[in-house]
């Protein structure tokens, strides 16, 4: 499931420098001592210190730079002494060591306490100022800022005790002979100290954005509840509480003070009674933060623990059931680890299980995968207990510490495992009637999170080839194109978690019973967590303003109604438009928006031109792909004004962009695994197996996206023509059009019209296309098909337009109150008409006669023509 990869090696990049060190002190040419080496803390900037047992019984303190791969030594104890906490400043001058009271021996500290703290002056070493000497733990942790110039002169060092408290200390330096660096005023350290905590039962710190969490009691008149603040310190080294959460947490939840990220304590270990608390706060730069927590084991064969998403404004509470034969003093020692990758949290539970939890679409478990038995092994050679979770330096990674050899590995979620989830007929840990779930889950894991690798895309459309049938619970096309268009924005603001598509199954009217539920797992869902922003954090510009306004945003978007952007609420919309026959000011708004589409597509394919796509006018798609623009922008603009309008626009323009292109690249894709070329476009020869399956593929996105009413790129009907005119016999190919898998466009009837000879099969198959053409196309399409039918049809539309032309010059049919006019029988009305012309302009015989009786000219006339037709008698 992770992808372990190491960072860091105590042994390979830390004791084999030290050995070289012992033997320079010692003067030989190898040392051959034990060297007992332990790592201490790491630094914002990714620094390690590490201490170890010298040569002459002496300790010694040095730090690793994983920039330059160079090892310092910083300090040196005369004695072997046993140091628990250990904080470099930024510009190393100064080194703050806590060290535990050793008993043994002549080696206790004096004066006579449990921890002394120290500070000390290391460029060059020089004074070392006692700091405190206590009967508890202390933990001692340097501010790290980003200031320069005057930081050089001062220094900031957190104290947190195991009573309680926490104190900072405002350290002031001064440059002698202009290199030293030394404590100004050092015997007035205690008089710049202020605290910052009074009271707290767990603490963590978070270095990269220099924030220290805790969690005090509340007292209120009817129980103690516990409340998590957050302080926030800032570039002026300048600190306020920004952040105050309820927690619903056990009374007796910390048996005792719990440190966090700060350092590592070889030298204190805890008594069997006091059962390891979990909890993790974890924080994106985007404005998301999760508070997460396990409650005890104690005797149930089941493990509790919550995850608490601050900016959904809601906690989830999950019960898992471990199986029975576990022992009870078994399963005390249980350690859950909680791994921040990317958006999601790995719950991993060694020998049981592992829930990676989606904290950006959380509404249903099957978007979190899900994992026990086999499927849990993460390739770690230790003990749980032994692996601390660190905060990583990219957010798409987790770091883990293997305590027990010194090693640091960079977690990830591993593509190869997930695509085997997909590819199995029944992963291992569920029957195949529940296998949908993870592979959802899994899909989902691998288009969003990790789906930036072309490479790793591509073998997802190829898994979508050779699964062809939708699943009994979702359609995965429909998935690969929401969850791939979800991927390019879900970077760009949380609150557009709720707002865009992600997944085809929230649009479905009755959710299949398997997608809303995973065996062995409960969940329950508490809203409304109530956070408090204080202080500052409500007008920052940075995380706190982002974490306030997805709270908020988030709380708007569960009181409104439909906040999520559906694509098939157009339909209505685009059945109106389509029946539209003349131009309108929403077709030409519809039209401009397709233009700026297409536009950006055009500058992704300059060099992409293997399928024939966007190659013609496709005037239904164009009008679709307008139409999803104008609803989707007015949908955004409705709910998240604060992006504003042009970010929407440009969002929206790429969201439909990379529509077309994603349908393109996976034409593309399916293309060349099959080998396919210029032949297949030629109507003349019947489709390969090849083009069959390719085919198949097509009738599938086209399913796909007209359940979800998305666009498809212009030219794909034509294409899609092409192949099955190729593939399918005449008559079901004529009854795909009649059911409207089929569409006819005029670039496809044109080719067929001209490409195909006039044999008694293409006749039979062009008369019973054209005869399910609407009339001005079939007028179109005469003029390209050399046939005595499409001759005689142009006769007749030319003779049509000469009479209508003839007409409008002034020319009336005959009267229809006169006898024997029948306007019905054409050929007759238009003799009459023609003749009466041809009187008209000839010279009249008997102009000059003026007896002549019209009246017996008339009914002669018409007696013989009754005659000539056998109507009458002589």
Known sequence: MLKLKPTFDLQRDVVSDIFRKEASVCRVQEYSGAVDTCILNIERDGGILYSWKGAAGTTRIGRYDRKTKQNKLLYTFDKQVCVSSCSLNKEETLLAVSLAQNTSGDERLQPMSKCLTLLIEIHPINNTQVLKAVDCRVKVQFLSSEMDGRSVLESHLLLLTEDGYVDLYHVLLTKQEGYRVVMANPERLSKTTERIVEDFCWAQWDGHTQRLYYVARHLTHTQDKFLMRCVQFYPNHNCETVLELPLELPATFFPTVKFVNLGFDHYHTERPEQRPVSMKVFTNRIGSMCVCYCQPLKDKQELIYTVVLVHKDCSKTFRVSLGGGQPSHRAAQLHPLFIPIGYHILVYLQGHFL???????????????????????????????????????????????????????????????????????????????????????????????????????????????????????????????????YRISYEKSLSLDKVLPYSSVLDKKEIPACLLEVPGVLCTTELHIEPVFKGKARSLQGFWSELQWNTERTKYLDAVPNPRYRTSTIQADWERLKSERRPSSLRNNMEENTKKVLSMVDTWCLDRKLVPLFQEEDHQQRALIGLMVDKLREHLNRHLPRIGKKKIDELVVNYVAKLL?????????????????????????????????????????????????????PGYHTLLAVFAVRCLPHHTFLQYIDHGFLQLTETFVSRLMTDLDNSDANERLKF???????????????????????????????????????????????????????????????????????????????????????????????????????????
């Open 355 to 485: 829930h990676c939890i989606n904290t950006r679409q959380q509404e249903m478990l099957c978007h979190s995968l899900f994992l026990s038995g086999v499927d849990v092994d993460m390739g770690l050679q230790c003990q749980s207990a032994n692996i601390t979770v660190l905060h990583a330096e990219e957010e798409s990674s987790g770091s883990l510490l293997d305590s027990g050899n010194g090693r640091i590995y960079a977690a990830e979620l591993s593509p190869s495992f997930l695509l085997r989830m997909l590819r199995s007929d029944t992963p291992s840990s569920c029957p195949s009637s529940k296998a949908d779930p993870q592979r959802l889950a899994a899909l989902h894991c691998l288009l969003v999170y990790m789906g930036n690798d072309p490479s790793l895309e591509l073998k997802i459309i190829e898994w979508l080839c050779d699964n062809m049938s939708a699943f009994e619970s979702f359609d995965q096309i429909q998935e690969f194109i929401l969850a791939s268009l």
């Open 661 to 713: 292109e994603l349908i393109r690249h996976m034409l593309e894709s399916v293309w060349l695994k099959h080998k396919l070329g210029p032949r297949v476009l030629c109507l003349k020869q019947r489709g390969s197996p090849a083009e069959w399956s390719v085919l198949h593929f097509m009738f599938r996105i086209l399913e796909a996206t007209r359940g979800l009413c998305l666009p498809l790129p």
């Open 768 to 874: 019973s296309i054209l005869k399910r053409l609407p009339e001005p196309m079939e007028q179109r399409i005469y003029h390209m098909w050399d046939h005595p039918v499409s001759s005689a049809s142009i006769s007749r539309d030319y003779t049509r337009t000469l009479l209508e032309k003839h007409d409008n010059k002034g020319c009336a049919f005959p009267s229809r109150d006169k006898p024997g006019f029948t306007p019905e029988f054409l050929p007759l009305t238009y003799l009459a008409k023609i003749l009466s012309d041809i009187e008209k302009q000839a010279p009249n015989p008997f102009e000059e006669q003026e007896n002549v009786d019209a009246k017996f000219v008339e009914e002669t006339a018409l007696k013989q023509t009754l005659m000539l037709l056998g109507f009458g008698e002589k």
